[in-house]
């Protein structure tokens, strides 16, 4: 994730990667890397940070997003060189690399599945609860759902479950009932509809809380519509298995359900010897850094260490 701010020029949005310093001295204590994946590209703070500080390396870029990659591309044009930008989910991307000949083997690989802020603030998809634009929130144009498909046609009873698994929403009742009643007179078109729909099925104390009424139901339709938790899952199985001897693998989470996924996936490939955890408990940003980019406020970063003698076989990975 990246915060972002208005500066003044044609895009708006400058690019504050999240946990920048950890990273790079993950990075940094690698001897001789000469391979880095980066599952999610993004804007490409991590990128630039990364190939300037190994300046050996080559570099695989990972989005969904089409216009992350052309804006990486762009951000990046001075590493083109070295630098190779992959247009998929990267959970397909890690799947496709894998039947490479020869698989690539990293020596460090980094997810930060936090939200763009870019695609927050400046997307045009639906991603921002004030914004009045299309309820979209695929970070893919090719998915096959956008959230309007899923607001407007599912039964209240599913959504509902929806919004409560994937939002941890409290009041998921209220928010599918409203929703269902509203999309009966009109159909559900933008995101400022949805948030002020939302807003009118909660209690007046919890419209008025720490955060938007909104937010977990959208965080809730945009793992839904990109099926996040499931390409998380899918590619922890895979990571592991497309680092070179000593590689580093590297998540930054921003929500309990993704984090409590990494956990699990971490702790399954060290019991059965994949993988050294570097440590127990994950990392969180220093006061500094949440005070000049309140989105890290949530990031935590867990790593992984493969073993010298078992990482870079491909036998029993996950699918």
């Known amino acids: 994730m990246d915060g972002w701010q208005e500066d003044g020029t044609s895009r708006g949005v400058r690019h504050v990667p999240v946990m920048l310093d950890e990273v790079l001295s993950l990075a940094s204590a690698l001897t001789s890397p000469s391979l880095v994946i980066d599952a999610t590209l993004g804007a490409g703070g991590h990128a630039a940070a990364l190939l300037e500080a190994l300046p050996s390396v080559r570099y695989i870029g990972i989005d969904a997003d089409p216009e992350a990659c052309t804006r990486s591309a762009e951000r990046l044009q001075a590493f083109a060189s070295r630098l190779e930008i992959i247009n998929a989910y990267y959970d397909e991307a890690l799947a496709m690399l894998r039947e490479r000949t020869p698989a690539p083997h990293a020596s460090f690989m980094l997810f930060d599945l936090g939200l763009s802020m870019f695609q927050l603030g400046a997307s045009g998809r639906g991603f921002s609860l ?190």
């Open 130 to 319: 004030a914004a009045d634009e299309p309820l979209d929130m695929r970070f893919s144009p090719d998915a096959p759902l956008s959230a309007a498909d899923i607001v407007n046609s599912w039964r209240e009873e599913d959504l509902a479950d929806l919004i409560y698994r994937y939002g941890e929403e409290r009041y998921s009742r209220r928010i599918a009932r409203a929703i269902v009643q509203a999309r009966r007179t009109e159909r559900i078109q933008t995101a400022s509809r949805l948030a002020w729909i939302i807003g009118g099925a909660v209690p007046p104390q919890y419209r008025h809380g720490r955060i938007h009424p909104a937010t977990r139901t959208f965080q809730a339709l945009r793992i839904a519509v990109n099926d996040e938790l499931g390409r998380v899952e899918r590619a922890m199985r895979l990571a592991p298995d497309l680092l070179a001897p000593g590689g580093i693998l590297a998540v930054i989470s921003f929500h309990s359900l993704e984090d409590r996924i990494v956990k699990h996936a971490f702790a399954e490939a060290a019991k059965a010897g994949r993988v050294e955890l570097l440590w127990k408990k994950p990392r969180e940003p220093g006061e500094a850094e949440i005070a000049s980019n309140p989105p890290s406020r949530s990031a935590k970063l867990r790593a992984v260490q493969a073993r010298e003698t078992t990482a870079g076989s491909l036998e029993g990975a996950g699918s």
